[in-house]
C-alpha cells in the first residue's frame, strides 16, 4: 500500500508536482548509467548516491520499482553536441588498452563505487555494446517516419521536424554553445545546428575501434539513442521517471525525448529529475578538467565512504553543493555522534507497533516533500530523542536505513560485539580468580583444567610477576 503523495519537482514542467505513475503502485525508473572510460568521480557518485535515495525512498513509500540504467561503452564525444573524439576511445589511448578492456575494467571500478557507498545496482543494466539491433532498428523507424536523414554518409536526427524541440529546456541558439570547444569545428553535414547523430559510418571518426554493420554501411550508434532503446527494451513505451545530472537536460535528455517521440508517436516520460552538481571552488567537478576525486581517493584519505554519502545527503538534489574538506571533516564529526547515539540504544523493552507506524509515515513525508533527505534525517534525530522503547528506536532505525543506506545498523553490531567482548572478559576473569585460588589450595590438578579449559577456547594464560595476563590465540581460532 502506498503510504503516502509524492511531490517531485519535474523539469518537464518545472514546477514541483504529484508524482502519479502510469501504473497504479508501479514506477518505471530510468537512470542514465556511466560513461566507463575513467573511474567514476565524486561528482558523478552525488547523481548516483540522490537517484538511489528516490529510488528507495519509492520503494519504501509502497510501489513496486522497476529501474533500468546503461552503461555507454560506444558513441560518447568528448563534448555532448557529437564533436570531438569517442570517450571510449580516448580512454583505451590513455591506457594503451583495447576499448572493450576499458569498458570492462571501469564498469567493474563503478559497480565497487556503488558498492562502497550502498548505492543499489538498478533492477537491469545494460551496457549499450548489447543493443545495436536495437538503435539500428530504431533509427530505420525514424528515417522511413521523415525524422532523420542522411549526410555524408552518418544518419542524423532532424529537430526542424518538431513543433517542440526544447521541451526541457529554455535553450537559445547562443546558449547552444554547451560543451562545443572552440577548436572542433562543426559538422557540416547537419541541416540545423541542434540536429544529432543518430550512427557514424563516414565521418572524422574514423580510427573508431568497435564498429558495427548496418544499412547505411559499418559504423556505430550516437550516444542518445542508446538511453532511448534500452529504456524501451526493458520498460517499454512508456516511462514513469528519468533521472540524470543537471548536465544531461541538454542536449542529453531533450534528444532522446525528440527521438523517443518520434519514435512511438506519443509522449514517452512523464517526470524528468535531475541532480545538481558537485562543484569545486573552481566550479563543476569533471573529468575533462583533470582534476577530481574518487572514492578510492577518499579512503586513502582515511574517509569512510558513508561520511561522504552523508555528506550529499545533508544537501539538497536541486542545490549545488560545493565540495570542501572542512565540509566533509564535519560531517566526519556528524555521522560519528549519530553513530554513537544508535550504538547506545539497548535491546530493552518491546517494539511499540503505533509509535513505529507513525514515525515510519512522518519519515516518508519528509522524504515526500521533493525528497527532502535532511528532514527526513531531522525526524531520525527526533525519534532518538523520544520516550519510545529502545527496541522500537532500532526498528525504526533499520527500516529508516532502508533508505539512507549509511550504514547506521553496524551501530548495533558495534555495540553487540562490546557486549561480548565484556561477557568474554568476565568470564576469563572469574576462571583466572579460580585458578588462583585452585593453586593457594595446591590443588594443581584443577589449576591445570582450567587453563587447558581456556586453552581449548584459544585463550591463552601467561603468567606474571604482576599477575596472570590472558590473551586470544588468533590461530586457534580465538580472536585478538
Ligand atoms: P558520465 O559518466 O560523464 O556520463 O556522467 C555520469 C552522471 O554523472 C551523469 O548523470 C552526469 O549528469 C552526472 N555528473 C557529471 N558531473 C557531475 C557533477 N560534477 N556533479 C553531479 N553529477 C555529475
Ligand atoms: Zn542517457
New binding site residues.
Given amino acids: 500500500m502506498i503510504k503516502t503523495k509524492t511531490y517531485l519537482y519535474n523539469t518537464l514542467t518545472k514546477k514541483v508536482e504529484e508524482f502519479i505513475p502510469n501504473e497504479e503502485g508501479r514506477v518505471a525508473m530510468y537512470?542514465?548509467?556511466?560513461?566507463?572510460?575513467?573511474f567514476?568521480?565524486?561528482?558523478?557518485?552525488?547523481?548516483?548516491i540522490m537517484?538511489d535515495v528516490l529510488e528507495k525512498y519509492l520503494r519504501f513509500d509502497g510501489y513496486d520499482v522497476k529501474r533500468v540504467m546503461n552503461i555507454?561503452d560506444v558513441g560518447?564525444l568528448s563534448s555532448d553536441g557529437d564533436t570531438g573524439e569517442d570517450?571510449m576511445l580516448a580512454g583505451a589511448k590513455r591506457e594503451h588498452k583495447t576499448v572493450m578492456d576499458i569498458a570492462r575494467f571501469y564498469t567493474d571500478a563503478f559497480m565497487e563505487d556503488c558498492r562502497k557507498l550502498s548505492i543499489k545496482i538498478p533492477d537491469v543494466v545494460e551496457p549499450a555494446t548489447n543493443c545495436i539491433p536495437e538503435f539500428i532498428h530504431m533509427i530505420e523507424v525514424l528515417l522511413e517516419k521523415g525524422y532523420a536523414y542522411t549526410a555524408g554518409e552518418n544518419v542524423y536526427f532532424d529537430t526542424s521536424k518538431l513543433n517542440h524541440y526544447y521541451v526541457l529546456s529554455a535553450q537559445n541558439e547562443e546558449e547552444l554553445q554547451v560543451g562545443v570547444r572552440d577548436d572542433v569545428e562543426e559538422d557540416s553535414n547537419k541541416k540545423n545546428k541542434t540536429d544529432f547523430v543518430l550512427w557514424f559510418t563516414k565521418s572524422k571518426f574514423e580510427n573508431q575501434e568497435l564498429k558495427w554493420d548496418s544499412p547505411w554501411g559499418t559504423g556505430y550508434p550516437g550516444w542518445h539513442i542508446e538511453c532511448s532503446c534500452i529504456s524501451m527494451k526493458h520498460l517499454g513505451e512508456y516511462m514513469d521517471i528519468h533521472?540524470?545530472?543537471?548536465?544531461?537536460i541538454f542536449p542529453?535528455h531533450t534528444n532522446e525525448i525528440a527521438q523517443s517521440e518520434a519514435y512511438t508517436g506519443h509522449k514517452w516520460c512523464n517526470y524528468w529529475f535531475?541532480?545538481?552538481?558537485?562543484?569545486t571552488k573552481n566550479g563543476?567537478?569533471?573529468?575533462s578538467k583533470g582534476e577530481f576525486l574518487t572514492v578510492s581517493l577518499l579512503e586513502e584519505k582515511g574517509y569512510d565512504p558513508m561520511v561522504y554519502r552523508m555528506f550529499c545527503l545533508l544537501s539538497h538534489y536541486r542545490k549545488p553543493?560545493e565540495f570542501t574538506w572542512e565540509g566533509l571533516d564535519n560531517v566526519v564529526a556528524v555521522y560519528e555522534s549519530l553513530m554513537k547515539k544508535i550504538g547506545n540504544l539497548s535491546e530493552d523493552g518491546s517494539v511499540e507497533e503505533d509509535a513505529v507506524a507513525a514515525y515510519e509515515m512522518k519519515f516518508a513525508e519528509a522524504l515526500a516533500n521533493d525528497i527532502n533527505i535532511s528532514s527526513a534525517i531531522t525526524v531520525l534525530y527526533d525519534m532518538l530523542k523520544d520516550a519510545i522503547s529502545d527496541a522500537s528506536k532500532r526498528r525504526l532505525v533499520e527500516r529508516f536505513d532502508e533508505v539512507l543506506s549509511l550504514g547506521l545498523t553496524k551501530a548495533f553490531e558495534k555495540r553487540e560485539e562490546k557486549e561480548v567482548d565484556a561477557a568474554l572478559a568476565a568470564y576469563v576473569e572469574k576462571m583466572i580468580s579460580e585458578r588462583k585460588a585452585a593453586k593457594k589450595e595446591k590443588n594443581f590438578a584443577r589449576a591445570d583444567e582450567i587453563r587447558d579449559e581456556l586453552a581449548a577456547k584459544g585463550i591463552e594464560l601467561k603468567d606474571t610477576r604482576e599477575g596472570t595476563i590472558w590473551n586470544i590465540n588468533c590461530s586457534n581460532g580465538g580472536r585478538s
Fill in positions: 537512470t542514465c548509467g556511466p560513461t566507463v572510460y575513467h567514476a568521480h565524486i561528482g558523478n557518485l552525488r547523481s548516483y537517484e555507454t560518447h570517450k533521472c540524470g545530472g543537471v548536465d544531461n542529453h535531475h541532480v545538481n552538481h558537485l562543484n563543476k567537478m569533471s573529468k553543493l
